[in-house]
């Protein structure tokens, strides 16, 4: 047993269609599943971008740390 996306009534699980207003459960469920796997793109894209900004972070702090050894050498040798 189901509700209907359309009515609201309870219908059979196994009924593609709603026998009272006529509701497609088939669109209902492509939508759900279009829905299912946008969620999963977007958690994948949030775990990459996520991992590409530690990676260059901890670039970035790479290069910091080599710019104070420059700096500190440059001042040295003044």
Not at 31 to 39: A, V
Request: charged letters at 30%; proline letters at 1%.
């Amino acid at each position: 047993m189901c509700i209907c996306g359309g009515c609201g009534k309870v219908i059979e699980s196994a009924y593609h269609y709603c026998p009272w207003c006529g509701f497609s459960r088939i669109e209902e469920q492509k939508r759900q599943s279009i829905d299912k796997k946008y969620e999963q793109y977007k958690e994948k894209y949030v775990e990459s971008r996520s991992a590409q900004i530690e990676k260059l972070s901890t670039q970035l702090d790479n290069l910091e740390k080599e710019l104070s050894v420059l700096v500190l050498s440059a001042e040295m040798h003044k």
